[in-house]
């Protein structure tokens, strides 16, 4: 069996080493030439309409890794490979860049021969590993070495990136315990609040990694950009009185309380957010149609009662703004 699919590996490749000594480059899947940097392209065509080049996929190899790394003395890479023979012989620095779908990957849980947890978000499996001449290497997602330690990571970021502040204003009281997204059974810390108004915070960068944050007050600062996409569990954000000109909320569907009051927004988008029972956008650039909008996603959730209370604010918008909070008829 595995001399049959090296002869037809080993016939593949010499086809392809013909082409390209003739060629120079190859295209698969189509007769049309390769781009100028690619040696070996995959596609079918070149004029989709949204500048796809193929209606396929490439299909890697199936594998099941046993091993992350070669273990004892060995230099064989198919001793990593369940289903290999004796027999089998790849000198591992002959095979760097080798990538293969590794089939065990949900089996062994992600979890590399030092113990380390391979995920993005909490139970993301990495099928994808490519060999770097010492491991089994996850493409995607990146291995991370507890939880707590990620959330530690983020917070230096963000410190670094708003130097003004001081490690100690991020408090202790802040964080929380809960389960290890990877480890069975083990409790980390994880922030799950973070409030600094006032601080003359210019930068979002680290936040977005924090997926745990329940609560955000970044209110009066100097932000013009922030990514909440990653950060499902938010239920609190306030960002009043900073210089954000949009905002993606469709992930964010656990928001109870939003304050954007004085921002330079022009549109928002909250048809997914149908828990929101505090909600404040005035003194931005939404004009009146933005607001009928707005109205619209409200009554397509059947929650015009919480639109009409007064805690649903819409106006007043800043000048060429709308005028007037939208009727919502159930």
Known sequence: MNNKITKGVLLFLAGISLSVGLQGQVTIGSDLPPEQGALLQL????????????RGALGLPRVSIKSMT?????????????????????????????MVYNLNATELKNTG?????????????????????????????????????D??????????????????????EWWEEEDDPCFAGTKVKRLVKIVLSGKDITSFAGLDKLTSLKEIDL???????????????????????NQIGSIYLMNNTKLTTLNLNTNKLKSINISKNDLLTSFD??????????LDRIRDDVKAQNRCGAYASASFVLIPQNIGGGTSKPTCTP
């Open 219 to 241: 209110s009066n600062n100097w932000l013009t950009e922030v990514k909440t996409e990653r950060l499902k569990a938010l239920e609190k954000l306030n960002l009043s009185g």
């Open 70 to 98: 070669i273990q004892g003395a060995s230099n064989n890479l198919a001793t990593t490979i369940d289903g290999t023979s004796g027999s089998d012989v790849w000198n591992k620095d002959q095979y760097i860049g080798l």
């Open 281 to 290: 956008v005035s003194n931005n650039n939404l004009s009146q149609d933005a």
């Open 113 to 149: 021969d030092a113990g380390d947890c391979v995920r993005g978000d909490a139970n993301t499996i990495a099928p994808v590993y490519v060999w770097t001449g010492t491991e089994w290497f996850p493409l995607k997602p990146e291995a991370y070495d507890g939880a707590e330690n």
């Open 43 to 54: 596609k079918d065509g070149d004029a989709y309409s949204n500048g796809e080049t193929a």
């Open 151 to 172: 959330d530690k990571t983020a917070i230096k970021e963000f410190l670094a990136a708003n130097k003004m502040l001081a490690e100690n204003e991020i408090l202790d």
